[in-house]
């Protein structure tokens, strides 16, 4: 059936995306609610003017008059009168079931439970309810709707119908007091009776039993079964929504909208603040303050529109709110001593009931461009030419650009994370379906977009709402966005400015996850829970089709009592079950192909029992399908989980202490429900592990509570089997630029100062209390040339922690920076300026391949144009590549897509915009480096890490590497040199063709040592280099030293007593043989003793110095041996050789081994049997 077109009222769509157009709809509007209602339309004009003052109560009497005309206009606009009528219909024909329930339910029934035994009995009074609805005649499409149709006939004349409603009422006790009328009315909402709030026990579990370790889980009867990644929440059904919303008692006619505003100690005393429920959580509701009781009342009503647009008065960015994300209203709810109303699910059921009209994506679209509902920014305004740098796309930066966007200003966003293209096709056309739009949670294309809304929010949320955002503003003409852009690496501060930017916000989120001072943490088979949940979303990890790699093994531990340790946890056993089936499909496919001993064969010792243990998982994964198929059921994967050893969650206090249990314990519950353990009270105090060095048993001891916020822990030790251990113990604000550029921010502690402009001046925030002070104090100290940088989100201590807190930190900061840039807000701006503009940032921000050569046979060379990455880049640091899943090849369902590759810049040339990269292909990512093509676009972030010492005096300095310090040698050797220093070269490689660029590395040392395992020796012309044989570094330095490398020149030019630094690249071998050597063997010949650095080149993922944390790595007291600080390779890959832990490299590198090798066979299997283009 063809998609019909859009009739719009005689306006283009594409007029509906300008300050002019949505000008004139504005116009359109006002005229016909002038017509219906003038002094309605008086009224609105005034409230926008602010030519009257309106108290709560008129302002939401205006709204609640004007929504419902505005819902017609709209419907007429799209030409879905219809279509609406149907669900405004469907709304309300739920409407008496609320009816029943709380005029016959709970106001009568409820109250006589304690009659039960003197009524008739069920059987009785079901019988003669069964009569009276066939003698009714109800036109009803199921049971309950027919009784509560045959209830509000009775109460429309209760004097006529006195014995029926008696008789109705005492069915309903015996309905709530048998176990016969239970069953009867199972799923029933007009049965589902709010229950008292117990605060010690919201999440109700029981003891395991177990004698060893003391673990709570939920009962049997709780448990919930899930199988994959597709949506695990499919929310409320109408009848539900209806039943919350008519709970609701409406508070706001009565200024008692405590959910929206906050719940005071004191009604109409503000002055002492807000009051705290028992878990000491301020009760401050709504962080954006939505008019939640209004949106309530129209859509009771069946005005569905309506009421979308009363969310999105204060809330346009709705789709990233509601359910299973936020609850701060439900917190504040005036039912404190019961069950509150649930507001997400029927905010969230508003959104989703208008995306499924007919125009349903365009409705919400032009209701955050255009909703004369608000007060403030009712339209769009003009281009006023002024421009703003918004750093992180998460849910604050994208909040904030929006109402940047809505004043009139351009906005470029930019994210570390990649960022994947919409289709063009959606940005430029109507969409008729929003089903054409939504993808399928366990297949969807990871976008990137939205940070931690995409790579930190599990399936339990539907991220086609994160699509929904993210195309909203893409089509906005003054919006761009580039992913792969380091805050502080690609674009600094300074940058901003002089590419026109007239304020930077900084919207990076939260960073630095805290590594755990424990024996044996950071071994293989523990990692951090971000490091696990950014590779399990966007890295695609639980997709059949991907390659890559994240190697879990159970049981499993979750070490923290926070959300991240409860989503981790759930993720953590889903993608166990994805896991294992990938394994064996593989598996079996590689050996059909090749035999039964092709992939044991390649593996080590432990790598093939990991891969018995998943092979025999799979197939007991894939038996439980079978069985649960034949008898027509859902696969049972908890049973098979927790004969594995399942998944433990571990906090040190009691789980009502957790903050999981404090901020949203529906989370918890929802987790327990899938199965997960809980242990409490326990302090990690060892990570054991097996004879391959990976982790075996988490070892804790008890702990007992001296007091309520005072815990002692006990000698008393319990050991928790663990094969994978997950650290979540909390992360802090991202301040990595003032770390990386000292003195551009003011610091407090570990967080940015924030300020408030006060006449010009910045001036400290002290005593923010919470998100809805007014003087929160959005501004860093930063103040050069009368430019200002906001920080919001995870940034800012007060909006930290919630997804909801950081949308209101972009709506409450956003009025900040109109008062700052107040004297250039009336200016008009040039389309032809913006596009000249437009054009330079995609011309700067966009990386593609420029060029792609082979070397050798197991070395491609990269030319990537990427300006703006080229600009910054100082020998080595170094870059995140990857290729987009939007272009990558699709071959035998895998696609081939790369895990983030770390590469060290070869060379650059600012004038081009270019950088050069070495690709040496020896993981299956490399290897899909020969699929890129010329002009292809690519996800290139950096530069990172840190740049290598160019000292200004004449300095000597000593590079041994193997084939990896090629690229290092290229970039540093050059720059050491043209500072006038001297380079010597030792270069260990296994045969002379490793060696490819002989000149290139010659022009950039001084003097060469090639040091050859094996084969035929290279040809050298250079009187003061040397080609020998060997396999010892450290042996053929004492020679060079000796001069016994070359009979013929017994004297080096550059003796080893003049070198003043050494850079070690290679692997934890020659990192620990140098170690052990430099004041033992070398030190006689080291005369200067000079400082020596070694290549960390730990495991990497997101590379943003701080984020997914991969990449920690601990290091040592060199005296002692002793670890003693945790740090992130990434922004710090070149460490003083003594303080490296090479045992930990050893560990942190094997961690997906067995993953590793088995997707290497794989491509490789992929490459011989599908014609795949590449080099």
Not at 99 to 107: A, E, N, S, Y
Not at 191 to 211: H, K, Q, S
Not at 576 to 603: C, M, P, S, W
């Amino acid at each position: 059936m063809p998609t019909p077109s859009l009739q719009l009222l005689g306006f283009s769509f594409q007029e509906l995306f300008t300050a002019e157009g949505l000008g004139r709809l504005d116009s359109t509007f006002l005229a016909e609610l002038q017509g219906q209602e003038p002094q309605l339309c008086d009224s609105l004009v005034a409230y926008r003017a602010e030519a009257k003052i309106f108290n709560h109560l008129e302002e939401s009497e205006l709204l609640l008059a004007c929504a419902p005309i505005l819902e017609a206009f709209l419907l007429r606009l799209f030409n879905i009168e219809q279509a609406a009528a149907l669900l405004r219909a469907q709304t309300i024909s739920h409407n008496p079931v609320a009816l029943f329930k709380k005029q016959i339910v709970l106001r009568q029934a409820k109250k006589k439970l304690s009659q039960t035994e003197s009524l008739p009995s069920f059987a009785e009074l079901n019988l003669w309810l069964e009569t009276e609805l066939q003698l009714a005649s109800l036109q009803a499409a199921d049971k309950e709707l027919a009784v509560a149709l045959l209830a509000s006939q009775y109460l429309a004349q209760p004097d006529q119908y006195t014995a029926q409603i008696t008789k109705l009422v005492q069915w309903c006790v015996q309905v709530i007091s048998t176990t016969q009328g239970q069953a009867y009315v199972s799923g029933w909402t007009s049965f589902r009776i709010p229950e008292r709030v117990d605060y010690a026990n919201l999440v109700p579990t029981i003891m395991t039993g177990e004698e060893k370790v003391d673990r709570r889980m939920v009962k049997v009867e709780d448990l919930r079964l899930r199988d994959g990644f597709k949506l695990t929440d499919p929310r409320m059904q109408a009848r539900e929504i209806q039943d919350e919303i008519n709970y609701c008692i409406y508070c706001h006619d009565h200024e008692g909208d405590f959910c929206s505003k906050g719940f005071p100690v004191k009604k109409g005393d503000p002055s002492q603040g807000l009051k705290r429920n028992s878990l000491d959580t301020i009760l401050t509701g709504c962080p954006l303050e939505e008019k939640i009781s209004e949106m309530h009342i129209l859509k009771r009503d069946g005005l569905t529109l309506a009421a979308l647009a009363m969310v999105m008065v204060d809330n346009p960015m709705c789709p990233a709110t509601g359910h299973r994300i936020c609850n701060d209203c439900m917190k504040a709810c005036v039912y404190q001593k019961q069950e509150p109303v649930n507001i997400p699910q029927i905010e969230t059921s508003v959104l989703t009931d208008i995306l499924s009209l007919p125009w349903g994506v365009e409705i919400y679209d032009l209701l955050t461009r255009w909703n004369p509902l608000r007060k403030k920014q009712w339209v769009i305004k003009p281009y006023n030419g002024l421009k703003v740098l918004v750093a992180g796309m998460g849910p604050a930066g994208f909040t904030l650009a929006h109402h940047l966007l809505m004043e009139g200003f351009a906005v470029v966003g930019i994210d570390g994370l990649k960022i994947e293209p919409l289709l063009q096709q959606l940005i430029s056309q109507p969409i008729y379906d929003f089903q054409s739009l939504k993808e399928s949670l366990d297949e969807r294309l990871m976008a990137g977009f939205g940070g931690v809304a995409e790579y930190g929010i599990t399936v339990r949320w539907d991220k086609n709402f994160l699509k929904l955002i993210y195309l909203s503003l893409m089509r906005r003409p003054y919006f761009q966005v580039f992913g792969s852009v380091r805050f502080g690496g690609t674009l600094t501060v300074d940058d901003a400015w002089h590419m026109g930017f007239d304020h930077l916000a900084i919207a990076v989120g939260a960073g630095l996850p805290k590594a755990l001072p424990i024996p044996g943490s950071l071994a293989s088979g523990m990692r951090q829970a971000n490091d696990f949940l950014m590779a399990l979303q966007l890295g695609n990890a639980a997709k059949s089709s991907s390659l890559t790699n994240l190697q879990i093994r159970l049981p499993a531990v979750v070490i923290g009592g926070g959300l991240t340790g409860v989503d981790t946890a759930t993720e953590v056993q889903a993608y166990y079950i994805a896991q294992v089936e990938k394994t064996l499909h593989r598996y079996e496919e590689l050996t059909r192909v090749y035999g039964d001993d092709y992939v044991f064969n390649q593996l080590d010792a432990i790598s093939k029992e990991v891969l018995d243990e998943s092979l025999a998982h799979g197939r007991a994964v894939r038996k439980e399908r079978e069985q649960a198929k034949a008898k027509s059921e859902q696969p049972n994967f908890i049973k098979l989980l927790h004969e594995w050893g399942g998944v433990t969650i571990v906090y040190r206090r009691s789980m009502q202490d957790s903050p999981a249990y404090i901020n949203n314990h529906e989370e918890l519950k929802k987790a327990l429900e899938e199965g997960i353990y809980y242990a409490e009270a326990l302090e990690p105090i060892t990570a054991e592990l097996n004879q391959h060095g990976y982790t075996e048993t988490l070892v804790c001891r008890k702990r007992i509570r001296q007091s309520s916020d005072d815990w002692e822990t006990m000698l008393e030790e319990v050991h928790i089997p663990a094969r994978s251990i997950f650290v979540a113990t909390g992360t802090q604000p991202n301040i990595a630029y003032e770390f990386e550029h000292r003195g551009t921010f003011a610091r407090q502690g570990l967080q940015y100062q924030h300020y408030e402009e006060i006449n010009g001046e910045l001036v400290v925030a002290h005593g923010v209390e919470h998100c809805k002070d007014p003087q929160f104090g959005p501004f860093t100290s930063y103040h050069k040339k009368d430019y200002r940088i906001s920080l919001i989100g995870d940034t800012h201590p007060v909006f930290h922690g919630s997804v909801v807190k950081a949308i209101a930190s972009g709506m409450r900061t956003y009025p900040k920076i109109l008062q700052v840039l107040s004297d250039k807000l009336a200016q008009h701006g040039s389309l032809q300026e913006y596009r000249t503009f437009a054009d330079h940032m995609h011309n700067q921000f966009q990386a593609r391949v420029k060029n792609i050569i082979r070397r050798t046979d197991n070395v491609v060379e990269l030319t990537i144009q990427a300006p703006l990455a080229s600009k910054h880049f100082q020998p080595g640091q170094f870059y995140r590549l990857q290729n987009y899943e939007t272009y990558a090849p699709h071959v035998n369902n895998t696609v081939l897509q790369m895990e983030p590759l770390a590469l060290i810049g070869a060379d650059h040339n600012n004038a081009e915009g270019t950088l050069k990269f070495i690709v040496i292909e020896t993981g299956t990512s490399a290897k899909l480096c020969s699929t890129l093509c010329i002009d292809e676009p690519v996800s290139l972030m950096g530069p990172t890490g840190v740049r290598c010492k160019v000292a200004e005096e004449h300095e000597t300095v000593l590079i041994i590497g193997s084939q990896l310090s090629i690229p290092l040698l290229q970039s540093y050797g050059k720059a050491l040199r043209a500072a006038g220093n001297r380079v010597i070269y030792l270069g260990f490689f296994k045969t002379k063709e490793e060696i490819y660029c002989q000149e290139a590395l010659e022009n950039v040392a001084d003097a060469i040592i090639w040091l050859i395992q094996e084969g035929e020796l290279i040809h050298s012309t250079r009187q003061q280099d040397y080609i020998v044989y060997g396999t010892n570094v450290v042996d053929t330095l004492m020679q060079y030293a000796k001069g016994l490398l070359d009979p013929h020149k017994p004297h080096p030019e550059i003796p080893l007593s003049d070198v003043d630094r050494v850079y070690v690249i290679g692997n934890s071998v020659l990192l620990r043989h140098l170690q052990e050597t430099r004041k033992t063997l070398l030190k006689d010949f080291f005369i200067k003793d000079p400082r020596m650095f070694g290549s960390v080149y730990s495991t990497m993922q997101c590379m943003l110095k701080g984020v997914c944390a991969q990449c920690l790595q601990w290091q040592i007291d060199p005296e002692t041996g002793q670890r003693t600080k945790a740090v992130f390779a990434c922004s710090w890959p070149d460490q003083p050789l003594e303080v490296i832990d090479t045992e930990n490299i050893d560990a942190r590198q094997v961690q997906n081994h067995m993953q590793e090798q088995l997707s290497r066979l794989w491509v490789e299997y992929l490459f011989s049997r599908y014609e795949v283009p590449r080099l």
